[in-house]
């Protein structure tokens, strides 16, 4: 496989990963940042923690999906990170259900 094919094949994959995020982004009440990886998730809880004087979190998620074009399974039930750098965790807006204007139930 030459370097040209590569770099093809990860942008595809990149781009089947975002159409994916797309898809599935309304599904998701937080956006999880580590040093590592991506998350969405149902559930976040963070933990400051103390070790041997270091500060480090601990982040739990649970009904996640993991930005990951590697990864074979996205979702995950549970997903426990450990991490000494910073973790950004942000609450998705949740757009109000609008109906049709023009369906059954407009005035």
């Not at 994959?13 to 149902?42: C, H, K, P, W």
């Not at 979702?75 to 450990?82: A, M």
């Not at 609008?98 to 059954?104: V, Y």
């Amino acid at each position: 496989m030459s370097a040209e094919d590569l770099e093809k094949y990860e942008t595809e994959m990149e781009l089947s990963l975002y159409r994916e995020y797309r898809d599935i982004v309304g599904q998701f009440a937080y956006v999880v940042e580590t040093e590592r990886r991506f998350y969405l998730a149902n559930a976040v809880d963070v933990q400051v923690r103390d070790g041997g004087g270091e500060v480090y979190f601990e982040v739990r998620m649970s009904d996640a999906w993991v930005w990951d074009m590697y990864r074979p399974a996205r979702f995950v039930k549970h997903v426990r990170v450990i991490t000494f750098k910073d973790v950004n965790v942000e609450e998705l807006d949740k757009p109000e259900l609008r109906l049709p204007e023009d369906g059954p139930f407009s005035g």
